[in-house]
Structure formats: structure tokens, C-alpha cells
């Protein structure tokens, strides 16, 4: 079956524009999770969704991120005013349910800020 | 906090060798364990989990590792490298009492290279 994708998969903007980056889940699963990975670094926890619900926001690094997820499925990862050190890639993943401990990442989006 | 350290940015070794990858964990509760490979331009793929059960777990690919909760590591290990298992490889802990938030703490990485 399909995995988790996302779009763009690079996304090249200039400081201080706003963009939106998309993550399509594994069908019926209900946790999501955005972590962004930095170059030469692990990925980093930004937000978990369970459900239509952000359960935990903690890892967002600033107000200028935000993430919605609003029917359940998609969600998006809105970043304003891009700063040069946003530039990073960010990953999506999926789980069926909690308990599982086994979340399915996407290829990630690549966002260069200029 | 959790945390995790692996020991060696990069690692070579040859078609063959044992291949051996560590990672030690700091938890103040009892952790689940993950290792994730990432191979160039594409998303993370989970190898292993330890969540309690047996402290060998073998993985994908022919990789196994080993809790040992005395010496909080959780070690890579595969017999004999294959030119195939060159990627980059992640080490991850998960605070089990965070019920129903399954979010993972990962480490830095490190990248394995196969020499023919």
C-alpha cells in the first residue's frame, strides 16, 4: 500500500516569505508526528497529532510554526516569516494506534531558505 | 529527559566484517528502544524495537541488538557487512509514560560505509 508522502519534496524561499508544507499519512492511521532533521544532526520532535488534535506541541521551536491537521488525515506544517536557520528537512510519520511503537516516516520535504 | 549518544560519527568496515554500532541511552524510566536506517533521499526505516520483551531483538536485514540495562546500551550489531547496508543510521528511546504520545528522542547518527 501507499507510505507516507510529502510535498514539496524540496521547497526553495526567500527570508521572511511563509510557506506550507504537506504530509499525506498511511490511510487510518491516527498519530502523526513532525520532526525536523538539521543538517548532520537526528531528527528532532516538533508536534504530535492524535487525531484531529495537536496532543503535544512542545518541540515547535518558536510561534512562527504551526501545524493543523484538521480532518484527521493531511496535515500541514505552516512556518511564517522564514528565518535561514529554518533551512532544514522535515519529516512526517505515521502511526496505526498508540501502542504500536512503530511509526512509518516520509521521504521528507527539504526547505532552503535564502 | 531522555537522551541517547552513539558513539562515532562514522564507521567503516569491510564487505564481510562484523559490523558494530553503539548507542547508549540516558532514561529515568525503563525506555523503549528503536534503531532507524536512512538510505540517501529517502525516509527512515525502522530496523529494531526493544519494548521490554526479549533483550535480543533481531531486525530487518539480518541486524540484531541487545538491551542491557547495566550498561544503558543498545548496540547494532549484523555478522557480515554487505555493500547494500552503507546508510545512515539512527538510534531512538521513547518515554514509555507518556501514554499515547510515542514521539522519539533520536541521536546524531552514524554513517556506515562498506569497503569492497
Known amino acids: 500500500g501507499a507510505g507516507v508522502s510529502q510535498t514539496p519534496s524540496n521547497k526553495v524561499t526567500e527570508k521572511g516569505k511563509y510557506v506550507e508544507l504537506r504530509c499525506d499519512p498511511i490511510?487510518?492511521?491516527?498519530?502523526l508526528y513532525w520532526y525536523r532533521q538539521s543538517l548532520g544532526q537526528g531528527p528532532e520532535f516538533l508536534i504530535y497529532?492524535?487525531?484531529?488534535?495537536?496532543?503535544?506541541d512542545s518541540g515547535l521551536p518558536n510561534d512562527r510554526f504551526f501545524a493543523v491537521r484538521p480532518e484527521g488525515s493531511v496535515s500541514t506544517l505552516k512556518i511564517q516569516r522564514t528565518e535561514r536557520g529554518d533551512s532544514a528537512v522535515y519529516l512526517c510519520?505515521?502511526?496505526?494506534?498508540?501502542?504500536?511503537?512503530?511509526?512509518?516516516f516520509g521521504p521528507g520535504t527539504r526547505l532552503t531558505v535564502t | 529527559a531522555q537522551s541517547v549518544t552513539q558513539l562515532g560519527s562514522h564507521v567503516s568496515v569491510s564487505e564481510g566484517a562484523l559490523v558494530l554500532l553503539r548507542c547508549n541511552y540516558s532514561?529515568?524510566?525503563?525506555?523503549?528502544l528503536f534503531w532507524y536506517v536512512q538510505y540517501p533521499n529517502q525516509g527512515l526505516q525502522l530496523l529494531l524495537k526493544?519494548?521490554?520483551?526479549?533483550?535480543l531483538v533481531k531486525g530487518i536485514n539480518g541486524f540484531e541488538a541487545e538491551f542491557k540495562k547495566s550498561e544503558t546500551s543498545f548496540h547494532l550489531t549484523k555478522p557480515s557487512a554487505h555493500m547494500s547496508d552503507a546508510a545512515e543510521y539512527f538510534c531512538?528511546?521513547?518515554?514509555?509514560?507518556?501514554?499515547?504520545?510515542?514521539?522519539?528522542?533520536f541521536g546524531t547518527g552514524t554513517r556506515l560505509t562498506i569497503i569492497p
Open positions: 532514561s529515568s524510566v525503563p525506555p523503549y
Open positions: 490511510s487510518g492511521h491516527t498519530a
Open positions: 526493544y519494548t521490554s520483551a526479549a533483550t
Open positions: 497529532f492524535q487525531g484531529t488534535g495537536a496532543a503535544d
Open positions: 531512538a528511546v521513547s518515554d514509555i509514560s507518556n501514554f499515547g504520545n510515542e514521539k522519539l528522542t
Open positions: 510519520a505515521s502511526s496505526l494506534t498508540t501502542g504500536a511503537y512503530e511509526q512509518y
